[in-house]
T-cell receptor, first 110, second 115 residues
């Protein structure tokens, strides 16, 4: 059974601080990793994807991938109240389907 | 269209009635996915279409659920004899379904309420 695990939270972070979201996965053959953001009552939207070990930065967001340890993380720098949402981790399997984590609810406190 | 389009956006039905939900994927995307999301819960995979291959129906919760995709484009999810536990948001997503190009883009969803 392929699994993607996330802490459900809520994770509460002060405005301006760094929010760190973590995800572990079970399938060692996974090649593609995604972070989606979902606001309450809205659909998931892609934040970042990462294919290679190491860090990938895009503005205030950094995705980190460690295939040996089977974890992927998302760092949000200078957290803003508008970052408050549920963050979904997804991992691609060999059929190009995504295995989804249950999501971490992030709350940025002004 | 520019994005994934789903209709209707909201559907209220009575227990026991059949409903049809429609998804129009992004042009050129060969892969189409249906998910269900109950209030406060994660995404529940229902079914996956990829090109002309047989669909992966492994997530359908019962034989009351079925889906088809005509001409490799528009898909319809049908729920027969609806039950109150079917109430949820039904999300459709599409992608190119290729290694390195399988980002899924979601529609706005259909909120189904079974009374």
């Amino acid at each position: 059974q392929k699994e993607v695990e996330q802490n459900s939270g809520p994770l509460s972070v002060p405005e301006g601080a760094i929010a760190s979201l973590n995800c572990t996965y079970s399938d060692r053959g996974s090649q593609s990793f995604f972070w989606y953001r979902q606001y309450s009552g809205k659909s998931p939207e892609l934040i970042m994807f990462i294919y290679s070990n190491g860090d990938k930065e895009d503005g205030r967001f950094t995705a980190q991938l460690n295939k040996a340890s089977q974890y992927v993380s998302l760092l949000i720098r200078d957290s803003q109240p508008s970052d408050s949402a549920t963050y979904l981790c997804a991992v691609s399997d060999s059929n190009y389907q995504l295995i989804w984590g249950a999501g971490t609810k992030l709350i940025i406190k002004p | 269209g520019a994005g994934v389009s789903q209709s209707p956006s909201n559907k209220v039905t009575e227990k026991g009635k059949d409903v049809e939900l429609r998804c129009d994927p992004i042009s050129g995307h060969t892969a189409l996915y249906w998910y269900r999301q109950s209030l406060g819960q994660g995404l529940e995979f229902l079914i996956y279409f990829q090109g002309n291959s047989a669909p992966d129906k492994s997530g359908l919760p019962s034989d009351r659920f079925s889906a088809e995709r005509t001409g490799g484009s528009v898909s319809t999810l049908t729920i027969q004899r609806t039950q109150q536990e079917d109430s949820a948001v039904y999300l459709c997503a599409s992608s190119f379904g290729l290694e390195g190009a399988n980002i899924q883009y979601f529609g706005a969803g259909t909120r189904l309420s079974v009374l």
